[in-house]
């Protein structure tokens, strides 16, 4: 396992709360490490996916009765995941080694997250979550990408790349100046205010306007953005699944005041695009890992955020996808 307890003692998704029904079990990838998730009774459990008798992946077991039977030789694990029965020998005890190693598990927003190591927060928070007038939609998960978590919440607080790679959408190419705002930084991450951006179309009428964002960096690897115009409002909650240091899986869950009976497709359509505008872009870069010395790359006023995220992440000491 990689050993960066920044990123260990956070929390991450893996997988969608709809894709593990009770009694079934599935294998997922997080920071190198092989996970096998099963859920019984309605509760997720997130397990080290090896037996601790002969190394045979878990995932390709069964869920039985509230335990988790191993393919290879039967063994079955109790829900703290102790070997509770060795079917070769069922006289036998099994011997207080004979355990799994276990994870924590909790569900928000339609994700199953896991922490490896020993969180002091909580899954990060969605301001938004608790207004009714906002309607929540999960989309993900997109990849695996090529690219390492850091580099892809980067290119999610870079605006300047809009009127490039988002040209006729989220940026317009005339109009590619990006006016000066503030960012702050604490020790519970980063917060961009009202940085203003010419779109070609924020309200599907064909007329362009200038539109406010404010962005936070809650975690490492997880970012917020919160969009504003003259009509609408709308937020993304954008955490980023480390598989390992240079591949991830990203997953947006929005707000949005409108849209009430609009199916999720529809609204997950359009962001999907974008991502995949975004992809080719944050997988060509280099170096893979994202370079925490400033000297490293050239910095302008427009990157005030991204000099903020990277100044962040070497004051909390993150290594995992850094270089
Ligand atoms: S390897 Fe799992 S029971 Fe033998
Ligand atoms: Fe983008």
Not at 30 to 58: F, K, N, P, S, Y
Not at 68 to 84: A, D, I, Q, R, S
Not at 115 to 126: A, E, H, T, Y
Request: glycine share 8%; hydrophobic share 35%; with cysteine.
């Amino acid at each position: 396992m990689i050993n960066d307890p920044v990123i260990k003692d956070d929390w991450h998704p893996v997988l969608r709360t709809d894709a593990l029904p009770d009694g079934r079990l599935i294998g997922a990838r997080l920071m190198d490490e092989d996970i096998v998730l099963w859920r019984t009774e309605g509760r997720v459990q997130a397990w080290q996916d090896l037996c601790i008798h002969r190394g045979t992946r878990l995932s390709l077991g069964e869920v039985r009765s509230s335990r988790l039977k191993c393919p290879y030789h039967g063994w079955e694990y109790n829900t703290e995941g102790y070997c509770v029965h060795i079917p070769a020998h069922p006289e036998q005890t099994p011997p207080a080694k004979a355990r799994v190693r276990t994870y924590l598990a909790g569900e928000k927003y339609g994700l199953i997250w896991v922490s490896l190591g020993n969180p002091q927060k909580d899954i990060p928070s969605f301001p938004e979550e608790p207004d009714p007038g906002y309607r929540k939609v999960l989309a993900g998960p997109f990849g695996p990408v090529k690219a390492s978590a850091p580099r892809i919440i980067e290119n999610f607080l870079d605006v300047a790349h809009f009127p490039f790679v988002h040209a006729g959408s989220l940026g317009d190419e005339s109009r590619p100046e990006i006016a000066d705002y503030t960012v702050e930084t604490g020790p519970d991450g980063v917060a961009a205010n009202d940085i203003q951006i010419y779109q070609p179309d924020p309200y599907g009428t064909g007329v362009g306007d200038v539109v406010h964002y404010q962005y936070r960096v809650f975690r490492p690897f997880t970012a917020y953005l919160a969009k504003q115009t003259k009509l609408t409002r709308f937020s993304i909650l954008f955490p980023i699944t480390p598989v390992d240091e240079k591949t991830s899986v990203a997953w947006f869950y929005m707000a949005l005041d409108r849209g009430y009976d609009l199916p999720d497709d529809e609204i997950t359509r359009f962001h999907s695009s974008i991502l995949a505008q975004d992809v080719p872009i944050v997988e060509s870069q280099r170096p893979e890992l994202l370079p925490l010395d400033l000297q490293a790359e050239l910095h302008l006023r427009s990157d005030r955020t991204s000099i903020s995220y990277r100044r962040w992440l070497s004051e909390i000491g993150l290594t995992f996808g850094t270089a």
